[in-house]
């Protein structure tokens, strides 16, 4: 069906170069998908001569029980010298390897696109999808500026995650079933990504989705992990509703679902309109949803049950920016619909600093990140809803380094105390951090390259994630007079308040953040080892096809930041705004400047007033962490009293899953049980109006049956009452 | 191969033949010798009754390229006089609806006969002469274009199935089959009266005339079309096959007692028959009626219940194969929405929905009936990590189980997404509440998917299947189904183009009828 | 003439039905039966004076059902009391539901 790839836009100038093959991009991983799944389907249906129930729980690491108290359930066979699995050699080779294919095109497709210079987007139809009635949707895929950079991430950072995965999962039994839904992963969020139309965004959105379900429950046989897959996407859809109604409404009030359409027909519209805020808050559920904001931020924590690579590419680096990505492609809506922009901001905010605060208090060392990514998102949404959507984008894609870098490198960390554990045949924890402590001597590449992801991530000055962080708070103090967004209000508050509330909750978030990640590199790296003495000799650095991504992300956690250097350094350590350039054709032009409207510049001094405060902020909150946090006091988990008072409310994340529970899962379950099904199905319709008839038709034939009583003289009596009877009434009549 | 067809005068003779071919199968299955030992029999039957279901599914695909959707006439016309006195003749012909519900039940036939291959094992030849009768009842539904010949199809395929469920059902048969055939009978009465009725108005001189396209331009001309009683009598038919709440109860009955091919045949293709009785009958002959504000609401509203509360007990089923019933329920929802929210999109996302619905829940029960036979349960909480033991067997549930959840791709998400968008158009409202369900959707099969396949393996029955996954027979009969559900979430266009003329031409006439002056005149 | 003769013949139906209704003998039941049909065979004699001979036809009619009646009725009778040892229609219930 690919090969009906007619050619249209002829003309535009990226239609005769590389970009015509744009559609390998997701194929290619679509084939990997394919043939790694057929290799792992052959091998279950003929395992193989080792018992597979043993070798299978003989994996890198136990998911999330860190707070669940499971180590029992852990189920460590002895057996864990597991051979590998017979077809990991070819597997080892297609699942990384269809990644960099694409990752090349990807950077071919970018050289051709930056000689072009083009100003509209080349859309790449492959065919018709669902054309019926007013309704035509295609295949069709869209590149432009956005989804070039998009595009460079996920292929980018999805390739060295891969080849991280060669070393990390290698004793896996379900080696190529992992490859396959990776594979399959990096298929639809280019997809996403790619997608010239809201529906077959879509589909990338559920099919990222629907691979986040499956690599989350990767070990399904812990009913923990399974239940994480199973609430990550339900969670999700709940996002996927508001997606569908926003997609309905753009359907009856524009006819189109096409981006192109959609952007001409939101540039007609005005400023405050009520389709175009409904549209975005509902465009918003479903980008909340994804990206894990509040309300819907639960799954996210539960979801590092999965393997950790898999959380770094899904759960940090690509899946969960993708409704920062539904936001800033669909900003042309946006514009038009500040009260819809301040929400956005106001729930990034939020949700930043809450994620935050619970940051501060976890123990197992995925959760942290966790939780630092459902606060970094926060950011990325505070940056789109104001409007700043380069920085937004900025800041996803250095957020997208430096977590990727902090997710692998405690991959490694858990990979060297499972080892370590695994030798000894111990059954502690491997993800707690008060198991951990002092290996800086034992895994001192993988420490170095932590504490620079960690200084990125806490906004230190040079680290990429200084500069995007920083744009995205300036870009919020810039928007407190003179824009739409300071013009609107929300619930009554003006919107010039909000944005200074937002402001402060940065800072807050930001403040945090450097605290809650000091304190995990101080218990992880720092002070005392509490592993265990036997344990000790056996922790060592991962492999090099483990530690060689790390080091690229590295490098890119260190210099990410020069992709987009603020307009205040005047050039004087590199172009300034490459990325606000690149993009200015997509997000650019029109939002933009209906957003800013007459916005005052902010003077030189005012801006360095703002670099210096988040700096400080940053620095402190280091500082802070270093004065407070005694490493050496820590004991290891088992020995660990419980957390008391405030330590405790935020350890066990507000009780905010256990009031979902109450208030919604249980009630659902319960009056779906008891009224709908007990009480209106069986008790009513079938009780009452099926069975009930039933029984009233058998009560006549009863009655009906009494007269029947077998004997002449009876009936003789009948007879003849009834001739009376007629005789009389024909008398009377 | 519309030329090979044309040389053939395919079209001439390939309707009546569909319906001769199974009865002929019936009748030798019956008559002929007895083998020596029940097992050859049972061996020798199912052979030549998936023989006969094969045959017929090959005759059957020529209707694709021979059936031209595009002319504004009835397909593959076939006419006979039958009863002239009374103005009844043998008279069938297809447009792009009904061509597509043929062949989605010629080609289910053959999966539903290998689904209960080895799980049949008494009385085999009047099992499968059942089936195949009931095959021709089913078709004739479809084909009919007089009324009284519709009907009496229509009654034809309920005793088939009443005896397939009473006499080869599980535990309750007797109950769920009596409960199924009063049901579906206490409807189909009010409709014969309602026929009648139509039949004799629409006939002149003292002839009463039933033929579809006499009855048809009766309503329209006279006011019959805005008449709620009639239209009502065909409604509770057609309600309760679907089944609309609060028709509903017999289903979860009947599909959990019926054997493995009942509960498929059921699901895939006999609650069409109430759909496809709307779209062919209620909605064209009473227009007017339909869409008078207080009826157009109590249906949509029956619709949009269903949807919700049949996801919302499915949620807490215990028994998967209830739980798939109940889930028909909430789908079949989907597709009266689709019909009367009436526009293009929406009844095309009907029958989009129709079609995919058959083929993901045939699947289902065919999974169903396939971990039946080999763990006697169907109890969720029976199960737990099957995937360790039958790992193609949960590859296949998995998919099978998200193209019903409607994940985009599969052809669930094709027909939900029509449908919803179609009907927002029209009915914002009952579309909104509607997409709710695509939450608990997700919710009560991934639960169910999860309980039964993921989970710590810890019961030693599970651990016993070990060895016992999907054998090439049944890898088989699942390998089409899977690929016709990418199929058609990949690349619907082409049945989408099947249909197009016949749901524009329908919803330009139920909107033509309704504006004009007539309307003025209901009773 | 007629009129005497009318009340004559209802006042034996009433005594044939009181018998049948009252009595559980089946031979006496039995000539209760006869009574009435009599009582019939009486009116329609009567009759026969205002509107022609077709009532004396019926009455040779009803003569002979009666005569085939009560040859197949007291064999039927005869054959139960062989069965049973009693003719009390009480006991004779097997029709009972």
Redesign the interface.
């Known amino acids: 069906m690919l090969t009906q790839t007619d050619a249209p836009m002829t003309g535009h100038p990226l239609a005769d170069t590389v970009a015509r093959f744009a559609w390998l991009l997701p194929v290619l991983p679509l084939l990997g998908f394919l043939f790694n799944g057929f290799l792992s389907l052959r091998a279950a249906a003929h395992p193989g001569p080792a018992d597979p129930t043993a070798a299978s729980h003989d994996h890198g690491e136990h998911g999330d029980h860190g707070d669940h108290g499971a180590h029992d359930a852990h189920g460590h066979d002895d057996a864990h010298h597991a051979a590998r699995h017979p077809s990991a050699g070819l597997v080892s080779l297609i699942g990384p390897g269809v990644l960099l294919l694409s990752f090349g095109l990807a950077l071919a497709v970018f050289v051709a696109m930056r000689a072009a210079h083009i100003e509209e987007a080349y859309v790449l139809t492959l065919f018709q999808w669902m054309p019926t009635g007013k309704l035509s949707i295609d295949v069709a895929l869209q590149l432009d500026q956005l989804s070039m950079v998009m595009t460079l991430i996920i292929t980018g950072i999805g390739s060295l995650i891969h080849i991280f995965s060669v070393g990390y999962m290698q004793d896996d039994p379900g080696y190529p079933r992992y490859f396959a839904y990776l594979n399959l992963f990096v298929f639809f969020m280019l997809l996403l990504v790619l997608g010239a139309n809201y529906p077959l965004m879509f589909v990338g959105w559920e099919g990222v989705g629907l691979c986040s379900y499956l690599l989350i429950g990767f070990w399904f046989h812990e009913k923990a992990n399974a239940d994480a897959g199973k609430k990550a996407f339900i969670v999700n859809r709940i996002g996927d509703f508001g997606f569908l109604v926003a997609m309905f409404l753009m359907f009856a009030n524009f006819g189109t679902l096409s981006f192109a359409g959609v952007e001409e027909a939101a540039g007609g519209l005005m400023v405050g309109s009520l389709i175009a805020t409904a549209i975005c808050l509902f465009l918003f559920l479903g980008a909340a949803g994804k990206s894990a904001q509040l309300p819907l931020y639960i799954w996210l924590p539960d979801a590092m049950a999965g393997p950790t690579p898999v959380s770094a590419l899904i759960h940090a680096a690509t899946m969960v920016t993708a409704g920062v990505y539904l936001v800033a492609r669909s900003a042309t809506l946006f514009a038009v619909a500040p009260t819809a922009q301040l929400t956005v901001a106001l729930v990034g905010a939020l949700t930043a600093v809450f994620a935050a605060t619970i940051g501060l208090k976890q123990w197992d060392i995925k959760k942290v990140l966790a939780y630092s990514t459902v606060s970094q998102l926060g950011y990325m949404f505070v940056g789109v809803g104001v409007g700043a959507y380069t920085a937004g984008v900025f800041h996803l894609m250095t957020h997208a380094f430096f977590k990727a870098l902090l997710f692998l490198g405690s991959g490694s960390v858990i990979y060297a105390m499972h080892k370590a554990y695994h030798e000894t045949h111990n059954h502690e924890d491997a993800q707690d951090m008060r198991n951990m402590g002092g290996l800086r001597r034992h895994m001192p590449i993988t420490f170095g390259l932590m504490w620079i992801a960690t200084l990125a991530i806490a906004g230190i000055p040079v680290f990429s994630g200084f500069f995007s962080k920083d744009e995205i708070l300036t870009a919020v103090f810039a928007r407190t007079h003179g824009s739409t967004l300071a013009e609107a209000s929300l619930f009554g508050i003006p919107g010039t308040a909000l944005l200074y509330a937002i402001y402060a909750l940065g800072l807050a978030a930001a403040l945090m953040t450097a605290i809650y990640m000091t304190r995990m590199m101080l218990y992880t790296f720092h002070g005392p080892n509490r592993t265990g003495e036997a344990e000790r000799p056996h922790l060592k650095e991962a492999p090099w096809v483990m530690t060689g991504p790390l080091v690229v992300l590295g490098v890119l956690s260190l210099v990410g930041g020069w992709m987009n250097l603020p307009l205040i350094t005047g050039g004087a350590i590199g172009p300034v705004e490459l990325l606000h350039h690149w993009l200015e054709p997509v997000v650019g032009t029109g939002a933009n400047i209906v957003t800013l409207g007459e916005t005052p510049h902010l003077s030189h001094a005012t801006e360095y007033t703002l670099i210096g405060t988040a700096v400080f902020i940053a620095v402190a909150g280091i500082a802070f962490a270093l004065w407070r946090l005694k490493p050496a006091a820590l004991v290891a988990a088992k020995d660990a009293p419980a957390e008391q008072g405030i330590a405790k409310v935020l350890h066990d994340k507000w009780y905010v899953d256990e009031a979902y529970d109450a208030a919604v899962v249980q009630p659902t379950l319960g009056v779906s049980r008891t009224v709908l099904w007990k009480g209106i199905d069986a008790g009513l319709i079938d009780g009452l109006l099926v069975n009930g008839s039933a029984l009233l038709t058998r009560a006549f034939g009863w009655m009906g049956s009494q007269a029947q009583t077998g004997r002449v003289g009876t009936y003789a009596w009948v007879i003849v009452l009834g001739a009376v009877a007629v005789l009389g009434a024909f008398s009377f009549l | 191969m519309t030329a090979f067809l044309e040389s053939i005068s395919y079209n001439g003779w390939i309707l009546p033949a569909l319906l001769g071919l199974p009865l002929l199968g019936a009748a030798v299955l019956l008559l002929r010798g007895r083998a020596a030992t029940a097992d050859a029999q049972m061996a020798s039957d199912r052979r030549f009754a998936l023989w006969v279901f094969l045959a017929e599914a090959g005759l059957s695909l020529g209707l694709w390229w021979s059936v031209n959707v595009e002319v504004p006439l009835w397909q593959a016309d076939f006419e006979l006089p039958w009863i002239p006195s009374w103005g009844v003749s043998f008279h069938l012909g297809l447009d792009g609806i009904a061509l597509m519900l043929v062949l989605l039940t010629t080609l289910l036939m053959p999966l539903a006969v290998l689904g209960g291959w080895t799980s049949i094992r008494e009385k085999t030849a009047s099992y499968y002469a059942l089936l195949l009768i009931l095959t021709t009842g089913m078709l004739g539904v479809f084909m009919a274009l007089d009324l009284v010949l519709f009907y009496v199809m229509w009654e034809v395929m309920l005793i088939p199935m009443y005896l397939i469920i009473g006499v080869w059902g599980g535990q309750r048969r007797l109950y769920a089959s009596l409960k199924f055939f009063l049901y579906t009978m206490l409807g189909s009465l009010l409709m014969l009266v309602a026929i009648i009725w139509l039949g004799t108005a629409a006939g002149t001189e003292g002839v009463p005339n039933f033929g579809y396209d006499a009855v048809l331009n009766y309503t329209r001309l006279s006011d019959a079309h805005g008449s709620v009683w009639l239209f009502a009598a065909f409604a509770v038919a057609f309600a309760v096959k679907v089944p609309m709440f609060p028709f509903h109860t017999w289903l979860p009955d009947a599909h959990v007692e019926a054997p493995t091919a009942g509960s498929v045949i059921l699901a895939a293709i006999m609650l069409k028959m109430g759909t496809f009785g709307f779209i062919r009958f209620a909605l064209p002959f009473f227009p007017a009626a339909a869409m008078l504000p207080a009826v157009r609401t109590v249906m949509l509203s029956l619709a949009v219940i269903g949807i919700v509360y049949g996801a919302l007990v499915a949620l807490v089923q215990p028994d998967f194969k209830k739980l798939v019933a109940y889930s028909s329920v909430s789908h079949l929802g989907f597709v009266m929405l689709g019909i009367f929210a009436l526009t293009t999109e929406s009844l095309q996302g009907a029958l989009v929905v129709t079609i995919a619905h058959g083929i993901s829940t045939g699947a289902l029960f065919l999974l169903i009936g396939m971990i039946y036979e080999r763990r006697h349960t169907r109890l969720v909480d029976d199960f737990g990590g099957i995937a360790k033991v039958m790992p193609v067997f949960s590859v296949f549930l998995t998919i099978v189980a998200l193209s019903s959840i409607g994940v985009p791709g599969t052809n669930g998400f094709v027909g939900e997404f029509l449908v919803l968008i179609g009907s927002f158009q029209t009915q914002p409202f009952y579309a909104v509440i509607a997409a709710t369900s695509v939450i608990i959707a997700a919710a009560y099969l991934l639960w169910a998917v999860q309980r039964i396949i993921y989970n710590p393996l810890v019961k030693p029955e599970n651990e016993r299947l070990r060895g016992h996954d999907l054998n090439w027979r049944e890898i088989g009969l699942l390998t089409p189904l899977v690929v016709a559900i990418l199929w058609i979430g990949v690349y619907p266009k082409p049945l989408l183009q099947k249909t197009e003329r016949a749901a524009a031409k329908l919803i330009q006439y139920v909107e033509d009828v309704r504006t004009s002056d007539r309307i003025g005149r209901i009773r | 003439m007629v009129a005497e003769s009318l009340a004559l013949s209802a006042a034996l139906f009433t005594i044939g039905?009181i018998g049948?209704?009252t009595r559980?003998n089946a031979i006496i039941l039995f000539m209760c039966v006869e009574l009435m049909l009599n009582a019939v065979n009486l009116s329609f004699v009567a009759l026969s004076t205002l509107y022609g001979a077709a009532g004396q036809v019926f009455v040779l009619f009803v003569i002979t059902v009666a005569a085939a009646e009560a040859a197949v009725g007291l064999a039927i009778v005869i054959a139960i009391f062989r069965h049973r040892q009693s003719v009390n229609?009480?006991d004779?219930?097997?029709?009972?539901?």
């Open positions: 039905v049948v209704l559980r229609l009480d004779i219930n097997l029709l009972k539901g």
